[in-house]
């Protein structure tokens, strides 16, 4: 499989209507031929500023339009955010994600933001932000700090995108995305199954990102997780197979990304993620909550992990010599890490996400 930019929707659709099987098997190939297929690329994410969103996303329990009893915090301290990374890495995490309810940072915020980058990075973790649109000079800014992925998901199709969010254009999507591409930065960009969109909404998204002038280099597809007092808390559930055939789509058409098996994970089984994994997602999130909403339990990813013999994928930054992944201890996949003695961070709080 080569590495396209001029996708048709009717080569994705076909995509979709493949026997399961079929489609399975074409997207594992796939994988194969770009990827380690026993490995997953494990990222933590942490809310530095929750709630109070100005945005109208139907989907977020941030927004302050809708009533979901997700209370506003303040920006946490830099000490609080560097402590969580400190313990993200400490499980087994590569990469570290700070999100903030914005609709775009303010020029005050942006030398705190760097310096959150500066010191995250100086851990030896990869850095991903994600804090709503940005213009050229923020990205360049961020991009200055050091920072390696912005994440902006397009959430879903630009046909559709306008009944899912009415205060912000797909349009506006792709400019920040530009931004961040033309700062050197890469490009963390997804979407949400689950919004009540068609297949064929399904189809363009992927068509859409599969198209933009590199693919992104991290894609998340997330399952909605349905929150009480948002427009979309009494929506369909998504089919099992139904996902897990957008997974494998992402993966055939933008066959160098990590896909990433992102929100709703917590309402999979074990053989779902399974199937994920197989489908060619290679990325989750770690931790116990995803921003505001659950996430599964860090013990019970690292039992799957063991299960299936996947290792946690290296972050393109050197582990530093004295820190050893919980993770890498407890499945016995490093040799070298479980002759060290462990470093104790139990007194590390972890940041507590509000659900
Ligand atoms: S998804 Fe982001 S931009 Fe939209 S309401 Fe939630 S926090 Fe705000």
Redesign the pocket.
């Known amino acids: 499989m080569t590495v396209r930019h001029n996708w048709r929707l009717q080569e994705a659709q076909a995509l979709f209507d493949k026997p399961f099987m079929d489609l399975l098997f074409e997207a594992q190939q796939v994988h194969r031929q770009y990827h380690n297929p026993n490995e997953v690329q494990v990222s933590t994410l942490l809310s530095i500023k929750t709630g109070a969103?100005?945005?109208?996303?139907k989907?977020?329990?941030?927004?302050?339009?809708y009533n979901t009893g997700v209370q506003r915090e303040r920006l946490l301290e830099i000490q609080k955010v560097l402590e969580a990374a400190k313990a993200a890495k400490a499980s087994g995490s590569t990469r570290f994600c700070m999100?903030?309810?914005?609709?775009n940072p303010k020029k005050g915020d942006m030398p705190y933001l760097q310096q959150l980058v500066r010191e995250v990075k100086g851990m030896g973790m990869e850095t991903c932000m994600?804090l709503?649109m940005l213009s050229k000079d923020q990205a360049d800014s961020l991009a200055e700090a050091g920072l390696d992925y912005y994440n902006h998901n397009v959430?879903t199709s630009s046909d559709f995108y306008e009944e899912v969010?009415t205060?912000?254009t797909y349009q506006d999507r792709l400019d920040t995305l530009e931004n961040v591409r033309e700062a050197g930065m890469k490009v963390c960009s997804g979407g949400i199954i689950g919004l009540g969109e068609s297949a064929e909404n399904r189809a363009k998204m992927l068509t859409e990102l599969a198209n933009l002038p590199t693919h992104p280099q991290s894609v998340p597809i997330n399952r909605l997780v349905k929150c009480e007092g948002t427009p979309y808390q009494a929506n369909e559930e998504v089919d099992d197979f139904d996902f897990i055939r957008v997974i494998a789509v992402a993966r055939i058409m933008m066959p160098q990304s990590m896909v990433r098996l992102s929100a709703g994970r917590e309402s999979m089984n074990e053989q779902m993620q399974a199937l994920c994994f197989m489908a060619g997602a290679n990325s989750i999130f770690y931790g116990c909550k995803l921003?505001t909403t659950p996430n599964p339990e860090e013990s019970s990813d690292q039992k799957l992990f063991r299960k299936l013999n996947i290792s946690p994928a290296k972050s393109a930054y050197q582990y530093d010599e004295e820190t050893t992944s919980d993770m890498e201890l407890s499945l016995g996949l490093n040799e070298r890490a479980a002759s060290k003695p462990k470093k104790k961070i139990s007194d590390i709080p972890i940041a507590v996400y509000r659900p």
Not at 53 to 57: F, V
Not at 59 to 65: F, G, K, L, N, T
């Open positions: 969103c100005p945005e109208d996303c989907y977020c329990p941030q927004s302050a339009r999100g903030a309810a914005w609709r994600t709503g959430d969010i205060t912000r921003l």
